[in-house]
């Protein structure tokens, strides 16, 4: 590491040769909020600096053409595009995603920490970060028929393994605020770590008492003045626009100079035929910008923003010392990814083609996990025992 370390300091110095110089791009700083003109040196996957370099094994002259951050999920379930990991990856990638925070508490739901285990280790080989949020509730709640149970010694040695940044998103927040011990057992288990949050609604003295347990996000807000007051309270906001959810339009006034810094885009969940039809994050950038947000600052939530919340080192920016994942842009408006950089290396090139393909699993995969007794459709009938029935109400759009 040495060795590499000084032959980098040696490339940023101009004294050696870079393995590549991406030359007469237009670079998006995220730091300053600025577009810069000029060429970027990577050697060993990490980028060695911006500015007027030319020496490099390989040169590729990006013609004006956008360089950003690799963009970065904030907090999604995988397993909601229905793709098993390798083709989730084909599919967000070419899309310029190339790190993803995720909540795998479906698969674990169904066949426990196996689940886990299996994407994680299949991501190891893909051209993708992936951080994994430990799942707070599995079951999501005492009433489901669960095929696992993640309790707090499972939560335990998960928070241990390599690539668990936190706790995924604390769903039973009446646990939270009314102090239920098992909640709180878990979320002590966490502590020096990130705890996501889900508090749709919440508000008052409840939502006081549920971030004083250390839960500093939130996705869950559908109105600019339930995510207002959650910004207030200290949370972050992660802007959700997937499948199901949209909330951009409403939250996106929350969006200022003074606030920017507290708030990332996210999808949740996201469908195979979404991802196929509109993209990922890219998707939600594009949406951001056409709705009026600044392009640089839709980068920033896209990006940085993301990366300084979850601590991801060496993620978010192109700078001297951080990770070659860049992403070349047609332009700021139409947001088209061109190719895409993974620590140095092109995985994706011509407008969208991925150059990888998953590599084949050794270990045991999880199957017949999914059993359904027979019934009828009479068996879906629901009788009314009074005159109201409480009902999921469905949201304009």
Same mark, same amino acid.
């Given at each position: 590491?040495?060795?590499?370390?000084?032959?980098?300091?040696?490339?940023?110095?101009?004294?050696?040769?870079?393995?590549?110089?991406?030359?007469?791009?237009?670079?998006?700083?995220?730091?300053?909020?600025?577009?810069?003109?000029?060429?970027?040196? =990577?050697?060993? $996957?990490?980028? !060695?600096? #911006?500015? &007027?370099? @030319?020496?490099?094994?390989? %040169?590729?002259? *990006? /013609? +004006?053409?956008?360089?950003?951050?690799?963009?970065?999920?904030?907090?999604?379930?995988?397993?909601?595009?229905?793709?098993?990991?390798?083709?989730?990856?084909?599919?967000? =990638?070419?899309? $310029?995603?190339? !790190?993803? #925070?995720? &909540?795998? @508490?479906?698969?674990?739901? %169904?066949?426990? *920490? /196996? +689940?886990?285990?299996?994407?994680?280790?299949?991501?190891?080989?893909?051209?993708?970060?992936?951080?994994?949020?430990?799942?707070?509730?599995?079951?999501?709640?005492?009433?489901?028929?669960? $095929?696992?149970?993640?309790?707090?010694?499972?939560?335990?040695?998960?928070?241990?393994?390599?690539?668990?940044? +936190?706790?995924?998103?604390?769903?039973?927040?009446?646990?939270?605020?009314?102090?239920?011990?098992?909640?709180?057992?878990?979320?002590?288990?966490?502590?020096?770590?990130?705890?996501?949050?889900?508090?749709?609604?919440?508000?008052?003295?409840?939502?006081?008492?549920?971030?004083?347990?250390?839960?500093?996000?939130?996705?869950?807000?559908?109105?600019?003045?339930?995510?207002?007051?959650?910004?207030?309270?200290?949370?972050?906001?992660?802007?959700?626009?997937?499948?199901?959810?949209?909330?951009?339009?409403?939250?996106?006034?929350?969006?200022?100079?003074?606030?920017?810094?507290?708030?990332?885009?996210?999808?949740?969940?996201?469908?195979?035929?979404?991802?196929?039809?509109?993209?990922?994050?890219?998707?939600?950038?594009?949406?951001?910008?056409?709705?009026?947000?600044?392009?640089?600052?839709?980068?920033?939530?896209?990006?940085?923003?993301?990366?300084?919340?979850?601590?991801?080192?060496?993620?978010?920016?192109?700078?001297?010392?951080?990770?070659?994942?860049?992403?070349?842009?047609?332009?700021?408006?139409?947001?088209?990814?061109?190719?895409?950089?993974?620590?140095?290396?092109?995985?994706?090139?011509?407008?969208?083609?991925?150059?990888?393909?998953?590599?084949?699993?050794?270990?045991?995969?999880?199957?017949?996990?999914?059993?359904?007794?027979?019934?009828?459709?009479?068996?879906?009938?629901?009788?009314?025992?009074?005159?109201?029935?409480?009902?999921?109400?469905?949201?304009?759009?």
């Amino acid at each position: 590491m040495s060795f590499k370390l000084a032959e980098l300091i040696s490339v940023a110095r101009g004294d050696s040769p870079a393995d590549l110089v991406l030359t007469n791009a237009r670079v998006v700083n995220v730091f300053t909020g600025e577009v810069e003109t000029g060429n970027v040196a =990577v050697y060993g $996957g990490r980028i !060695a600096g #911006v500015g &007027d370099y @030319h020496k490099a094994k390989k %040169v590729i002259n *990006l /013609d +004006g053409k956008y360089l950003a951050p690799g963009l970065i999920n904030g907090h999604t379930h995988i397993e909601s595009s229905m793709l098993d990991i390798g083709q989730y990856a084909r599919a967000v =990638v070419p899309r $310029g995603t190339l !790190a993803v #925070v995720t &909540d795998l @508490h479906e698969i674990s739901n %169904v066949c426990g *920490l /196996d +689940g886990i285990r299996y994407i994680l280790s299949s991501a190891r080989r893909l051209p993708m970060e992936l951080f994994l949020m430990a799942p707070s509730c599995v079951p999501a709640t005492h009433l489901e028929t669960s $095929g696992a149970c993640v309790g707090a010694e499972e939560l335990r040695r998960v928070l241990g393994w390599r690539g668990v940044i +936190g706790l995924g998103e604390m769903m039973n927040f009446p646990g939270v605020i009314f102090g239920d011990d098992g909640v709180l057992d878990k979320i002590n288990l966490a502590r020096g770590k990130i705890v996501d949050g889900h508090a749709p609604g919440v508000s008052g003295r409840e939502l006081t008492a549920y971030i004083s347990a250390g839960i500093y996000s939130d996705h869950e807000s559908v109105s600019l003045e339930e995510a207002k007051e959650k910004l207030r309270q200290g949370m972050y906001v992660l802007i959700r626009e997937g499948s199901s959810e949209k909330n951009m339009e409403a939250l996106l006034p929350l969006v200022t100079d003074k606030t920017y810094k507290r708030c990332l885009f996210v999808v949740d969940d996201r469908s195979c035929a979404d991802l196929l039809r509109d993209g990922d994050i890219d998707a939600v950038v594009r949406k951001a910008i056409a709705l009026g947000l600044e392009p640089v600052r839709a980068v920033q939530l896209a990006t940085i923003n993301a990366a300084e919340y979850f601590g991801l080192k060496r993620l978010g920016a192109i700078a001297p010392g951080y990770n070659a994942s860049l992403i070349v842009i047609d332009n700021l408006k139409d947001f088209n990814i061109e190719m895409a950089f993974y620590n140095g290396r092109l995985v994706v090139e011509k407008k969208g083609k991925a150059l990888f393909q998953p590599a084949e699993y050794k270990g045991k995969k999880p199957a017949h996990t999914v059993n359904i007794k027979p019934f009828s459709v009479y068996d879906l009938k629901l009788s009314a025992k009074g005159e109201t029935m409480p009902v999921i109400e469905v949201g304009p759009g």
